[in-house]
């Protein structure tokens, strides 16, 4: 595998890229996480044959963050360079959660550089749900603060912790937490993005073949029940358990799901 860096529109975007001449899929992370939130299965995706790309999104992980506060929309633009720096023409993209939208909306931006879709996670929310979201960012994330006695990393951690859920890897998660405090922007800016995005909306305008994938312990799960409903003629996959991480959690099921949409693309 190999990392490397693009010239996106905020300045520089870091990938991680599997090689090989396979079809090639590029996954986009949830927030506040980085591309190694695919650690588990970039190996395995390579196994089956396909070229993994992940891409840090811009302000997280290594790659450059906005001088701005960014939007869904903002993010989509950092796609393109990597695939341009690549030499790939169109991929599969895959998102999760806040990723979901930022390959939704690379394929309304940029129609041309995609093949299909994987949803693995959409966010459709209603007036109440995005309001409360947004609250939940102003008194969790936004007022996030240092303290000398280091207990705003206990916080954190105790936090992840929960989500993530009983018998978690303490390891993974201490490195959860790491992936949330590296970037070079404000970790509260992809949440930010997130629930500010009607992805009710633009759920309507994807025209590519699109897989809806989730799982049933995820905690946004009945929304992928709801965006199915919206579009009922995306495929639909729903691996059982899990939590957040599904990707850690079921990695050899997740990558089942995963190949055979790709591979079902070039049939």
């Given at each position: 595998m190999?990392?490397?860096?693009a010239?996106g529109?905020?300045?520089q975007v870091?990938?991680?890229d599997?090689?090989?001449?396979?079809?090639?899929?590029?996954?986009c992370?949830?927030?506040?996480?980085?591309?190694r939130?695919?650690d588990?299965?970039?190996?395995?995706l390579?196994?089956?044959?396909?070229?993994a790309?992940?891409i840090?999104?811009p302000?997280?992980g290594?790659?450059?963050?906005?001088?701005?506060?960014p939007s869904v929309a903002?993010y989509?633009e950092a796609?393109p360079?990597?695939?341009d720096?690549l030499?790939?023409?169109q991929a599969?993209?895959?998102?999760?959660?806040t990723?979901a939208?930022?390959?939704?909306?690379?394929a309304?931006q940029?129609?041309?550089?995609v093949?299909?879709?994987?949803?693995?996670?959409?966010?459709?929310?209603?007036?109440d749900?995005?309001?409360?979201?947004?609250?939940?960012?102003e008194?969790?994330?936004?007022s996030?603060?240092?303290?000398?006695?280091?207990s705003?990393?206990?916080n954190?951690y105790?936090?992840?912790y929960?989500w993530a859920?009983?018998g978690?890897d303490p390891?993974l998660?201490t490195?959860y937490v790491?992936?949330?405090?590296?970037?070079?922007g404000p970790?509260w800016y992809?949440?930010n993005?997130?629930?500010a995005?009607d992805?009710?909306?633009t759920?309507?305008?994807?025209t590519?073949?699109t897989l809806?994938?989730?799982?049933?312990?995820?905690q946004?799960y009945?929304?992928?029940k709801?965006?199915h409903?919206?579009?009922?003629?995306f495929?639909f996959?729903?691996?059982?358990?899990?939590?957040?991480?599904?990707?850690?959690q079921r990695p050899?099921e997740?990558v089942?799901?995963v190949?055979?949409?790709?591979?079902?693309a070039?049939?």
């Open positions: 190999k990392r490397g860096y010239d529109p905020f300045g870091h990938f991680l599997t090689q090989g001449d396979g079809p090639p899929l590029i996954l992370h949830q927030a506040p996480m980085t591309l939130q695919f588990s299965v970039y190996p395995l390579r196994d089956q044959g396909l070229r790309v992940g840090d999104t302000g997280f290594l790659s450059d963050a906005p001088d701005f506060v903002d989509a796609v360079p990597v695939l720096q030499g790939i023409d599969v993209l895959l998102g999760h959660h990723g939208l930022i390959v939704t909306e690379v309304l940029f129609p041309g550089r093949q299909r879709l994987i949803l693995n996670g959409p966010v459709p929310l209603k007036h749900e995005r309001q409360a979201f947004i609250k939940m960012v008194d969790n994330e936004k996030f603060e240092h303290h000398v006695d280091g705003h990393l206990s954190l105790a936090d992840r929960q859920g009983e978690t390891a998660v490195r790491v992936e949330q405090l590296q970037g070079f970790f992809g949440h993005a997130a629930f995005y992805h009710a909306k759920l309507t305008q994807i590519h073949p809806i994938l989730t799982n049933t312990g995820d946004i009945e929304h992928a709801w965006s409903e919206l579009r009922p003629d495929d996959v729903a691996i059982e358990g899990g939590a957040i991480d599904i990707v850690d050899n997740w089942e799901a190949a055979a949409y790709v591979r079902s070039t049939l």
